[in-house]
């Protein structure tokens, strides 16, 4: 199952988001890419942003990667991408200035990172959780979620596969 948690300031809040999940790879969809050896070779340090339009906010994100492949989350607000985060596999990465409103999380995993193309180009999978996440920022408090990218027991989210023509990039 992969879990997502919120907290509210310091107070955790849980909201328990409906259905199940099967492992992540089940639900992915895959693409070869053709890339050069030196076009891949550099591999973004975890935590890196790699896109940001919405920094600035006091929402935080929190991504947690138990799997073995390095992940790049992605909160798309309406149409347009926000902001873009490289979680290397089996760690933690945070964004902590996110504005207010109302995220679509997608994700890819895979090997080979191609800073250029902003893709993986080995064994690359591309998902998308099926709730939406919700940050808002009071005169108290604000909006943290953790999401956790592996299955786990008695998580609370679903994904479904993305096709990677509709990845946003």
Do not use: C
């Not at 890339?35 to 947690?64: C, F, M, Q, W």
């Not at 895979?110 to 998902?127: K, L, V």
């Not at 108290?140 to 990677?164: D, H």
């Amino acid at each position: 199952m992969i879990h997502l948690r919120p907290l509210a300031g310091a107070i955790l809040a849980s909201v328990l988001l409906t259905g199940s999940l099967a492992a992540p790879a089940s639900a992915s969809t895959r693409e070869t890419v053709a890339v050069s050896s030196t076009e891949a070779a550099a591999r973004p340090g975890n935590g890196k942003i790699l896109y940001d339009r919405i920094s600035g906010g006091r929402g935080t994100l929190k991504v947690k990667n138990g799997t073995s492949r390095d992940s790049v989350v992605t909160l798309v607000r309406g149409r347009s991408k926000a902001i873009s985060i490289y979680v290397r596999a089996r760690s933690t990465a945070s964004v902590t200035d996110v504005r207010d409103g109302t995220y679509t999380i997608f994700f890819t995993s895979g090997s080979a990172f191609s800073t250029s193309r902003g893709r993986f180009t080995r064994t690359p999978s591309y998902q998308r959780f099926t709730s939406r996440l919700r940050f808002t920022t009071t005169a108290t408090s604000s909006t943290i979620w953790t999401l956790t990218l592996n299955p786990v027991r008695g998580g609370n989210a679903r994904t479904t596969g993305v096709n990677p023509n509709d990845f946003p990039a």
